[in-house]
């Protein structure tokens, strides 16, 4: 069993910071690509910032600038840094991990975590 736990998330200001974190535990054999979306109400899920095992780290033009994205391998961890927060970054954010298990070495799999709510309002 994988299990990605998203923590962070909650309820700020305009122009203020929230740091989120996502820890993959379990049967986890090798990870490749960690990343996160976004999903607001009436809306469909969107790709925030992705983070590769080879360093590459990436985030969407809507947030570049404002938002940086960066993993801590040996723990299994992401993180996503959201500075200048706008109203219309609220919205669950969801952790998403492309690995493979120790059951299943040779194939690579998506898993969510079950997401954690940011409200960006004044």
């Known amino acids: 069993q994988v299990q990605l736990v998203e923590s962070g998330g909650g309820l700020v200001q305009p122009g203020g910071s929230l740091r989120l974190s996502c820890a993959a535990s379990?049967?986890?054999?090798?990870?490749?690509?960690m990343g996160w979306y976004r999903q607001a109400p009436g809306k469909q899920r969107e790709l925030v910032a992705t983070?590769?095992?080879?360093?590459?780290?990436n985030v969407v033009d809507s947030v570049k600038g404002r938002f940086t994205i960066s993993r801590d391998n040996a723990k299994n961890t992401v993180y996503l840094q959201m500075n200048s927060l706008k109203p219309e970054d609220t919205a669950v954010y969801y952790c998403?991990?492309?690995?493979?298990?120790?059951?299943?070495?040779?194939?690579?799999?998506?898993?969510w975590g079950r997401g954690t709510q940011v409200t960006v309002s004044s």
């Open positions: 379990g049967s986890i054999f090798s990870i490749n690509a």
């Open positions: 983070s590769t095992s080879g360093g590459s780290a």
């Open positions: 998403d991990a492309v690995l493979t298990t120790t059951q299943a070495m040779a194939v690579w799999s998506h898993y």
